[in-house]
């Protein structure tokens, strides 16, 4: 009966002020008991509190859904999954952490709204010369395209048209006239023709040489812009030059 009662004591006063009595068993068993207990309440308190943040940030991405980038804000909410499956709330944290760093750096790719300056300028260009070769041609013969268009031209457009390769963007759609799917390199191999040149162009382009070397600069800046590289400084120079004397010579 003195035992019990020593026991009895030792947890009831460990109840009330958090401690047991010195040299119960029973009371630190108990005492060891509350500690961990207390222990886990408050981890579970603590990581509570961290998946709550984790709701939160969630809640901020999904309401910048529109102005994200959808791959970025994928990886984002995948970090915020894992940091919210973690049974530690120092994990939970660290992972959250490393998603508000992750938007704190984010630098969202800018969508072109339109086409660049350099695509509009080369699109002009191009339409210009085309439609100076289908009315200058045409009005020296309606079978211009087999009469006035070396072979290799013809052949290499046909064979484009057939796959439907137009060289450009705008050049789109089911029946297009073979004109469509010329190169530069090509535009220069009509108009410096013998015949063309003399009978359709001279008055026009005036020399034949010098327009040689503009549609061979032109084609290598063209490829840049058609495939989405950053034209250098020269670059972009020289086509803003030799697209306005050409255009000058086309529609002046």
Not at 160 to 168: E, I, L, P, Q, Y
Request: proline content about 4%; charged content about 35%.
């Amino acid at each position: 009966m003195e035992e019990a009662g020593t026991a009895i004591g030792g947890a009831l006063t460990s109840d009330f002020f958090g401690r047991s009595r010195p040299g119960s068993r029973a009371g630190r068993a108990l005492f060891r008991q509350q500690r961990l207990a207390q222990q886990r309440q408050a981890a579970l308190t603590r990581r509570t509190g961290a998946v709550a943040i984790v709701a939160r940030l969630r809640a901020e991405v999904e309401g910048s859904r529109d102005h994200l980038d959808e791959r970025f804000r994928r990886s984002l909410m995948g970090l915020l999954a894992e940091a919210e499956n973690a049974h530690r709330a120092d994990t939970i944290l660290r992972r959250t952490g490393e998603a508000v760093d992750r938007v704190l750096s984010y630098a969202p790719r800018v969508t072109p709204q339109g086409p660049s300056e350099d695509y509009a300028l080369l699109k002009r260009l191009e339409e210009a010369v085309r439609g100076r070769i289908v009315r200058s041609l045409s009005a020296l013969t309606p079978d211009w395209w087999i009469q006035r268009v070396p072979p290799d031209v013809r052949s290499n457009a046909e064979r484009r048209k057939t796959t439907r390769r137009s060289m450009w963007p705008w050049h789109e759609g089911p029946d297009l006239p073979l004109i469509h799917y010329v190169d530069f390199a090509d535009y220069s191999k009509i108009i410096c023709r013998k015949d063309n040149w003399r009978e359709a162009f001279a008055d026009t382009f005036r020399d034949s040489e010098l327009l040689r070397a503009k549609l061979r600069e032109l084609e290598t800046i063209r490829n840049d812009v058609a495939h989405t590289r950053e034209l250098t400084g020269t670059s972009r120079e020289k086509l803003r030059v030799y697209s306005r004397d050409l255009l000058n010579l086309i529609e002046g």
